[in-house]
């Protein structure tokens, strides 16, 4: 059974940079079959494609954030990361992690919510 | 970018109706298409993928058609867990863009 969760403050304040952790279990993030993925969804509104990483280290950003957005992973520790740099109110959002299984997003975390407030 | 609207924006409906919605596409995805469900405080769940093939263990009472930029999803007997929003997504580029959304309320 494959289970990604979440980790990471719930509380950035503007300029600052948010980072998350997703640990995965089940998979293998070093696996080729996957790209392993950030979502975020701001209340209320639709999911929002962040980007991701592929076993190789490639990676893929939504255009509109790519300036400010970067995701790395730890093979050794089945892990990936997001970092997201000068955030702003509007980056205001529950933030997934996801397995991109290329035909759609077949497991999802629980999702971690986080604020951008002083 | 891929631009994705979904229509309606909200459905009313009634357990045991036949409920469909529709998903276009800004340009030609192929059939590049996935659908989710989501329910208040959860994370979307993957039903369908390339456009019309059921998810394991999604029951059968959902399905998917369309193809290029014009994509249905029918639901043909509502059950009361249906009660939810609705997004697709399409894949076809390297980036993945969701529509905003179909909230089927009773």
């Known amino acids: 059974q494959v289970q990604l969760q979440e980790s990471g403050p719930g509380l950035v304040k503007p300029s600052e940079t948010l980072s998350l952790t997703c640990r995965v279990s089940?998979?293998?993030?070093?696996?080729?079959?996957?790209?392993w993925s950030w979502i975020r969804q701001p209340p209320g509104k639709r999911p929002e494609w962040i980007g991701y990483?592929?076993?190789?280290?490639?990676?893929n950003y939504n255009p509109s954030l790519e300036s400010r957005v970067s995701i790395s992973a730890d093979k050794s520790k089945n892990q990936f990361f997001l970092r997201l740099t000068s955030v702003t109110v509007a980056d205001t959002a529950v933030y997934y992690c996801?397995?991109?299984?290329?035909?759609?997003?077949?497991?999802w975390g629980q999702g971690t919510p986080v604020t951008v407030s002083s | 970018d891929i631009q994705m609207t979904q229509s309606p924006s909200t459905l009313s409906a009634s357990v045991g109706d036949r409920v469909t919605i529709t998903c276009r596409a800004s340009?030609?995805?192929?059939?590049?298409l996935a659908w989710y469900q989501q329910k208040p405080g959860e994370a979307p769940n993957l039903l369908i993928y390339?456009?019309?093939t059921l998810e394991s263990g999604v029951p059968s009472r959902f399905s998917g058609s369309g193809s290029g930029t014009e994509f249905t999803l029918t639901i043909s007997s509502l059950q009361p867990g249906d009660f939810a929003t609705y997004y697709c997504?399409?894949?076809?580029?390297?980036?993945?863009?969701f529509g905003q959304g179909t909230k089927v309320e009773i």
């Open positions: 990483i592929f076993y190789t280290g490639s990676t």
């Open positions: 996801g397995r991109d299984a290329l035909d759609g997003i077949d497991n």
């Open positions: 340009q030609n995805i192929n059939i590049w």
């Open positions: 997504q399409q894949y076809n580029t390297y980036s993945r863009t």
């Open positions: 390339k456009a019309s």
């Open positions: 089940g998979a293998s993030v070093s696996s080729g079959n996957y790209y």
